[in-house]
């Protein structure tokens, strides 16, 4: 987070306090550690596999906005694999490995510029690595009688 020491009003109620590690009150942490808390003990009940999170939201009586919000700080981490996150692109399930995000990988490579960035700057890196090999291999050729190896060219004195 930025700076801590000064005075900031509450992201949720908008009641002022010295700012610290949050950008909470306490008064807001400690009911966000409760409501986390209860949506713990609710899935963990749950007899199905898998709980929604419109399961959550309706039995709780959470507002989505504020439930993925808590799933994106990485409060209910320990209960991950026993929630259903689907896409919000394409609706498929989303891996336990990747539930860090509310979008598939194959949806984030498709409409993300990151996406199509990260394979580019992959070819251009294998391609700056094989003009680097032939760089070197071109460069420890002899000449003549002026022999070059590596990047150091040796020069007759």
Request: glycine residues 8%; charged residues 30%.
């Amino acid at each position: 987070m930025g700076q801590q020491g000064g005075l900031i009003n509450c992201k949720k109620c908008g009641s002022l306090f010295i700012r610290g590690s949050r950008d909470i009150c306490d008064n807001c942490f400690k009911a966000e550690l409760e409501l986390v808390e209860k949506i713990k003990a609710f899935v963990i009940k749950n007899p199905n596999p898998k709980t929604t999170l419109e399961e959550i939201t309706n039995e709780i009586g959470i507002n989505k906005n504020e439930l993925e919000e808590l799933i994106e700080k990485g409060r209910l981490f320990s209960i991950m694999p026993k929630l259903l996150i689907k896409c919000r692109f394409c609706g498929i399930e989303i891996e336990d490995d990747q539930k860090t995000s509310f979008v598939c990988t194959k949806c984030l490579n498709k409409f993300s510029p990151k996406g199509d960035l990260a394979k580019i700057n992959a070819l251009k890196e294998e391609q700056q690595q094989n003009e680097f090999f032939e760089r070197k291999i071109r460069r420890t050729s002899t000449e003549g009688q002026k022999s070059r190896c590596g990047f150091i060219q040796n020069y007759d004195f």
